[in-house]
């Protein structure tokens, strides 16, 4: 089982609707959840970050997160075409003896928003 | 812009080749962290640094691979002899410590990466 799981899409959505991108992981120690966007040969940009059970809102932007069942997912209201683009999900895993925690990423989904 | 920032943007290199990436993290942030990311994945650590202390290395960091940060400032990424397999983009990502008492806040921005073309 990979640490940590989405769909690597294409997610096809037209403008102005809702964008559901979702992110399962398998640590359950695990207590920070980041959501990055990656534009076509870029680096991962930081949009979001959530550590409580709940909804954190953005802006446009809603996180999501379940604990108990290992779920966060990430909500983009009002969609535009300029955000299309990779959202990675990435999770800390719990801390390691020298208290390090490492930041491991999902493979991404791809976001299409059409005109 | 006090952003993180990497050189070169673009490395192209024979074979055989050694090459030294550099990278300069937001002044503020203690922590640096290197990665790499092929085409379709999601970044995969290499290794940590805490102020000049590399205290962690993924097994992914062969002995062709090391890293220093020899004052806590900027860091470098070398690669020495190089293979077509290493072809990929290395990010590198900054961060402060978590805030005292609360866990686990360690949000990490990255640098625009050095994008690596072995031949």
């Not at chain 2, 940060?69 to 290493?86: A, V, Y």
């Not at chain 2, 686990?104 to 994008?115: A, D, I, N, V």
Request: glycine share 8%; charged share 20%; proline share 6%.
């Amino acid at each position: 089982q990979k640490e940590v799981e989405q769909n690597s899409g294409p997610l096809s959505v037209p403008e102005g609707a809702i964008a559901s991108l979702n992110c399962t992981y398998s640590d359950r120690g695990s207590q920070s959840f980041f959501w990055y966007r990656q534009y076509s040969g870029k680096s991962p940009e930081l949009i979001m970050s959530i550590y409580s059970n709940g909804d954190k809102e953005d802006g446009r932007f809603t996180a999501q997160l379940n604990k108990a069942s290992q779920y966060v997912s990430l909500l983009i209201r009002d969609s535009q075409p300029s955000d299309s683009a990779t959202y990675l999900c990435a999770v800390n895993l719990p801390p390691m003896n020298t208290g390090f925690q490492k930041l491991v990423f999902g493979t991404g989904t791809r976001l299409l928003v059409s005109p | 812009d006090t952003g993180v920032s990497q050189d070169p943007r673009h490395k192209i290199t024979k074979r055989g080749q050694n090459v030294t990436f550099r990278c300069d993290p937001i002044s503020e942030h203690n922590r640096l962290y290197w990665y790499r990311q092929t085409l379709g994945q999601g970044p995969e650590f290499l290794t940590y640094f805490q102020n000049e202390a590399q205290l962690e290395k993924s097994r992914l960091l062969s002995d062709r691979f090391s890293a220093e940060r020899p004052k806590g400032s900027f860091s470098t990424l070398e690669i020495q002899r190089t293979e077509q397999g290493d072809s990929a983009m290395y990010l590198c990502a900054s961060s402060l410590p978590g805030l005292a008492g609360r866990y686990g806040t360690y949000e990490q921005y990255f640098g625009p990466g050095t994008r690596l073309t072995v031949t």
